[in-house]
């Protein structure tokens, strides 16, 4: 399983000096960059294992701040509302899949059949990163709209990433030609059945292992590629 202490966060760039300063759009009066990351990745290593434990709703900002290991009055200088800590959370989960992602393109493109193994290690991320997963489903909607549509905009970018992956394995033929309106589907099936593991994960996993259901959705998925072809 993947901790919650590796949840890696990707921050904004460094703030102008003396001016009040924006990390993912959350203003701090805190000038100094590093410490408010540092502070931030305590407060979301905290926050996450809160959430999944307790809820969203059911968690203080006290309590964040508790298991942060810093004040109440500390706290509020990195976030101004609860809903900021969730954001971050999102965020950085989103994160953590994208650089699963990518890794695991990486070594899909030295392997003999590179959508298979993609979707293996797409679906092992989703596997491991269960329990985070679901909290974006049940949690997302408690954000305000800006930081709800930056989260949804985080999940059309990972699934772009299998967008990529068919246009290029089209190029080479070891795909038939799909349209680019049916390639899209099938992009976002692809991430929504990693995703499926772990929401319905209380029927899934008493019927199935999780290698035998990567092995018959990859079987679905090089079908629905092959239906339509163009």
């Not at 300063?21 to 540092?38: D, F, H, R, S, Y």
Request: proline share 3%.
């Amino acid at each position: 399983m993947i901790s919650n202490a590796s949840v890696r966060l990707i921050f904004g760039v460094l703030p102008m000096v003396g001016q009040k300063t924006e990390n993912k759009g959350i203003p701090t009066l805190v000038k100094n960059q590093a410490l408010v990351e540092q502070r931030r990745r305590q407060i979301v290593d905290a926050a996450v294992t809160l959430f999944i434990q307790n809820g969203f709703h059911k968690t203080t900002t006290r309590q964040i701040a508790q298991a942060s290991g810093i004040s109440i009055g500390s706290l509020y200088e990195y976030i101004a509302t609860k809903e900021d800590v969730l954001y971050l959370v999102c965020d950085a989960i989103h994160a953590e899949i994208e650089h699963g992602v990518a890794e695991a393109l990486e070594r899909a493109r030295k392997g003999r059949d590179p959508l298979a193994e993609v979707i293996r290690e797409y679906f092992m991320v989703c596997h491991q990163m269960n329990d985070h997963i679901l909290l974006i489903y049940q949690e997302t909607q408690s954000l305000p709209g800006k930081w709800r549509r930056i989260v949804l905009e985080n999940e059309i970018r990972i699934t772009g990433t299998f967008t990529r992956v068919l246009a290029d394995l089209m190029a080479t033929g070891a795909l038939p030609h799909i349209s680019p309106r049916k390639l899209d589907l099938v992009a976002h099936t692809i991430s929504v059945l990693g995703h499926m593991w772990t929401f319905r994960r209380w029927f899934l996993a008493n019927h199935y292992s999780v290698d035998e259901y990567i092995t018959l959705q990859t079987q679905n998925i090089l079908g629905m590629c092959h239906e339509n072809a163009s």
